[in-house]
């Protein structure tokens, strides 16, 4: 299955939208995504992952990537929006203490 990744810019805050599968094969479209908004130095970053139906060590390791480099230049990364197979797979790892988990994307400004 595909990944489609789009950026959008709500308020104070860039939204990634992911939709389809996370995996070895389709990491690299998120991944690029988040570089590029790591690059213009965005300050609050949400991915919104209420699409993803699956999602494996790959695709955990590129949001957890990009939170870091996010924090090293004072900016945040929020998950959003996770579906049962997501949500388990963070919760199996540890991570959903790790990452800021909201239930859906913040609403514009907040």
């Known amino acids: 299955m595909e990944l489609n990744v789009t950026t959008s810019s709500q308020g104070d805050y860039a939204v990634v939208t992911a939709t389809g ?8 479209r998120l991944q690029t995504a988040l570089a590029s908004l790591i690059h213009d130095r965005a300050d609050r970053v949400v991915v919104d992952l ?3 139906e699956f999602c494996d ?3 955990v390791n590129v ?5 870091k480099r996010l924090q090293e230049q004072g900016g ?5 929006g996770l579906r049962p197979p997501v949500r388990r797979i963070l919760q199996v ?8 988990i909201a239930e859906a994307v913040p609403t514009r400004g907040v």
């Open 50 to 52: 209420s699409g993803v």
């Open 57 to 59: 060590s790959t695709g």
């Open 63 to 67: 949001l957890l990537a990009a939170m």
């Open 76 to 80: 945040t990364l929020e998950l959003a």
């Open 21 to 28: 599968e996370l995996d070895l094969y389709t990491a690299p």
């Open 93 to 100: 790892t540890g991570l959903d203490s790790v990452f800021t």
